[in-house]
Structure formats: structure tokens, C-alpha cells
């Protein structure tokens, strides 16, 4: 899946997610172009008509494109005669009977990707409430494409080759290894999450002797964090869970690779080609 489709279906759980929350019965939104100052309208949620699909919406124009702009939400309360926005895309709003819009940037490190819109098709104020709950959709699709986007950047780095005579090669295999298995359970979009976990596979050797050892993927998860120096806090912080589930994990591993000290624990699951 691209990172552009990847960032759709984000956009679409949002829009359902804004609906859900605050009633509004029309959402839809889109990304950014890359390398464009223009956002393109993708999803629709609610809609009677096709009218707004595929619109593109340039940067400072109309509602969505002063909030990629300004890099912050906007509404207005009757679109058609609003003195705050310009009006290039009247036709499409008005053919969808739209009159009451709000627009929230998706914004990532510090540049908007997206725009989620929520709109009424009577004139009337949209309340803090409201914004407020579109503000929280938006910040769910931000942090799921900033997972997404460190997932390709490890995975990009996994898969560079150490420069030839680089000593600190394998550490950093390891390091990356441990990043990747750390990310794949945050990532919601299926095929990206078994891309990760297909590059972690690559990362690690065969098996030096056939150990027949197997850990559940938690326990390996906490051993790969281990095994790239991390402290439990550390790796609790880097998996989501707490201190004493990464003990709880390590004493499991350890037990069924018959290690006494983390330290063991990783070697053997080196020697059991569990590890890279």
C-alpha cells in the first residue's frame, strides 16, 4: 500500500469518527498533494452527491485551503456568503447543499498533510464542542501517519547496507531490527505492518544449530529492545506498556531459552536465529 493510500483510509476512519462524535451528518477531507500547495478532496462520508470528489483545493482558497494556509481550523456559518474565505468553489458546496463548514488541518511535523472538513446543510454557528471533537479526529489521523512515516524510515534504513569495514554494521541491524518490532503493532495498515515484520525476518540469521525455541512475539519484541541496549524503561516506553510487562515478558523469554541473565537471553536467541 503507498503512503498516499495508506493516509486515505486513515482519512476515511477519521471522517467516520467526526460524524460519530460531533453528529454532523456531512464529512469528508483529503491529503495534500506532495510537492504541491493543493490538498485534494478523496473521502466522502455523508454525502448525497459526488459533487465535492476529487476537488482539488488550492492553498489560501475557499475554507480548506485558507486552513492548509493558516495551518489551523476555520468554519464559517454559511459558506455561500462568507466574508472570511473566497469563493472559487461555491458551485460544489452549494450542489452538495452545504451551508455551515468546518475545516481541522492534519498537520506532521510542523506541515499540514490533510484536511478534515464537517459541514451542515442548514446556516447556523458551529459550538467549541464541535470543533473540539474534529480537532480530536484530526490528531488521530496525524499520529497514525507519523507512525506510518517512521515505520518507512526504519524500514528504509533496514534495508541499507552497512558501508563495507563499518564495525558498528550489526549494531546497527540490531537497532534497527529493534525499532521495527517495536513500531509493527502501532501500525494499523495491514500490509505495511507485514512489510515490517517481513524486513525483521530478513535482519535475522539462520540458526546457528536448529534450537527449535519459540517466543511469543511480545517476548521477542522485549528481547530485540534488550539486545539494542535498552533499559526495561526504555523498552516499555518504546512499546507501549508498562516496566513491569517488559520484566514479565524477559523472565518468560529467559526461561524458555534456559538463560539466567538478560545478557544469556540474548545470546541465545542470536544462537537460535531469533535475533539478528
Not at 27 to 48: C, D, K, N, Q, Y
Not at 89 to 95: G, K, Q, W
Not at 196 to 221: I, K, Q
Amino acid at each position: 500500500m503507498t503512503v498516499d493510500a495508506a493516509g486515505a483510509v486513515e482519512i476515511r476512519r477519521a471522517l467516520v469518527r467526526l460524524r460519530r462524535t460531533t453528529g454532523l451528518p456531512v464529512a469528508f477531507g483529503g491529503l495534500v498533494e506532495a510537492g504541491r500547495p493543493r490538498m485534494r478532496i478523496s473521502e466522502l462520508s455523508g454525502t448525497a452527491t459526488t459533487s465535492l470528489l476529487a476537488l482539488a483545493v488550492t492553498s489560501g482558497n475557499g475554507l480548506g485551503g485558507r486552513t492548509v494556509a493558516l495551518a489551523r481550523p476555520c468554519a464559517v456559518a454559511d459558506y455561500s456568503v462568507s466574508r472570511q474565505i473566497s469563493h472559487e468553489y461555491d458551485a460544489p458546496v452549494a450542489a452538495e447543499g452545504l451551508r455551515s463548514v468546518l475545516a481541522v488541518p492534519v498537520v506532521v511535523r510542523r506541515r499540514v498533510r490533510g484536511v478534515l472538513y464537517g459541514a451542515l446543510r442548514d446556516a447556523r454557528p458551529l459550538g467549541d464542542r464541535t470543533m473540539a471533537a474534529a480537532v480530536d479526529a484530526a490528531r488521530d489521523v496525524e499520529q497514525a501517519l507519523v507512525v506510518g512515516d517512521e515505520a518507512r524510515d526504519v524500514l528504509a534504513a533496514a534495508r541499507a547496507e552497512p558501508p563495507p569495514g563499518d564495525s558498528s554494521g550489526w549494531e546497527q541491524v540490531r537497532e534497527a531490527h529493534a525499532a521495527l518490532r517495536a513500531l509493527a503493532p502501532r501500525i494499523t495498515d495491514p500490509a505495511l505492518r507485514t512489510e515490517l515484520l517481513d524486513a525483521c525476518a530478513l535482519l535475522t540469521p539462520a540458526p546457528a544449530s536448529p534450537a527449535g525455541v519459540a517466543l511469543a512475539p511480545r517476548e521477542l519484541d522485549v528481547l530485540a529492545c534488550v539486545a539494542a541496549g535498552a533499559t526495561n524503561a526504555v523498552a516499555a516506553a518504546r512499546l507501549g506498556v508498562s516496566a513491569e510487562t517488559v520484566k514479565a515478558y524477559l523472565r518468560s523469554a529467559m526461561r524458555k531459552l534456559g538463560a539466567g541473565t538478560r545478557g544469556e537471553a540474548v545470546v541465545a536467541a542470536r544462537r537460535a536465529g531469533l535475533l539478528p
